[in-house]
């Protein structure tokens, strides 16, 4: 499953220890999975020409080797509605250590959930589901299965999670597209298998789930040292 261009992304992020965004979402782009509509700006003119094209509002995020937890240092802007909004993001961007452009991404809506994995020494690839966004550590309603997940294991995770109502549609609200989560987690648990030998964890979060699809929102890959 892994191409060469997928296998050429994580070589060349060795040096980072880690897969920065925008190629994080290539590379899960390049494994068949949906990430939203997106472009790394290296400048102000690209940015803003591609928010005109894609539609606002839009979200900005910082893209820096040295910045893993982007929130932490105030660079991700939501709901930018106008050019010179994102313009203002992209100059205050611009001050952050090791600032090397920015993504610019469609706004996506849905149900926030986490994917994520880890190589546990004993286990091998384990695959995580929950609640996500910025509550994961709040509500902590995950559940852990090893790697490779079969269709049975999947439908088992949704209805352990403590808010699997919200998945199913709750007080008249839609369902979420149970066939595009479950593929993205069968999809991913192969990743996970692929990635054995590759990384200490990958993390999905948000995964933005709607009844029509459910698209990687966040993606951070963290690399084995010297792997």
Same mark, same amino acid.
Request: hydrophobic share 45%; net charge negative.
């Given at each position: 499953m892994l191409s060469e261009k997928m296998a050429a992304i994580l070589s060349e992020s060795k040096k980072s220890g880690w897969v920065l965004e $925008? /190629?994080?979402?290539?590379?899960?782009s390049l494994a068949g999975l949906d990430i939203p509509n997106f472009l790394w700006a290296r400048n102000e003119e690209e940015a803003v020409r591609f928010a005109d094209r894609v539609g606002y509002p839009v979200v900005a995020k910082v893209v820096s080797p040295r910045v893993i937890h982007k929130t932490e240092k105030k660079g991700v802007e939501v709901g930018i509605d106008h050019g010179e909004k994102l313009i203002e993001a992209f100059r205050r961007f611009r001050r952050i250590e090791g600032f090397e452009g920015v993504l610019v991404e469609e706004t996506l809506s849905g149900i926030e959930i986490i994917i994520g994995a880890k190589v546990d020494d004993?286990? =091998? $690839?384990?695959? %995580? @589901?929950?609640?996500? =966004?910025?509550?994961? /550590?709040?509500? #902590?309603?995950?559940?852990l299965r090893m790697a490779p997940l079969r269709q049975e294991d999947v439908g088992s995770m949704m209805r352990c999670l403590k808010a699997h109502k919200v998945l199913e549609g709750y007080r008249g609200s839609a369902p979420v597209n149970s066939k595009a989560l479950t593929r993205l987690l069968m999809? &991913? +648990? #192969? %990743?996970?298998? *692929? %990635?054995?030998e590759w990384i /200490? +964890?990958? *993390? @999905?979060? $948000?995964? &933005?789930? +709607?009844p029509e699809r459910c698209v990687i929102g966040d993606a951070r890959i963290m690399l084995k040292p010297g792997g």
């Open positions: $925008p /190629e994080a979402k290539r590379f899960f004993q286990f =091998g $690839p384990v695959v %995580l @589901l929950g609640m996500g =966004g910025t509550g994961v /550590e709040i509500y #902590e309603d995950v559940v999809t &991913f +648990s #192969e %990743l996970a298998m *692929d %990635l054995e /200490e +964890s990958i *993390d @999905l979060n $948000p995964v &933005f789930c +709607s």
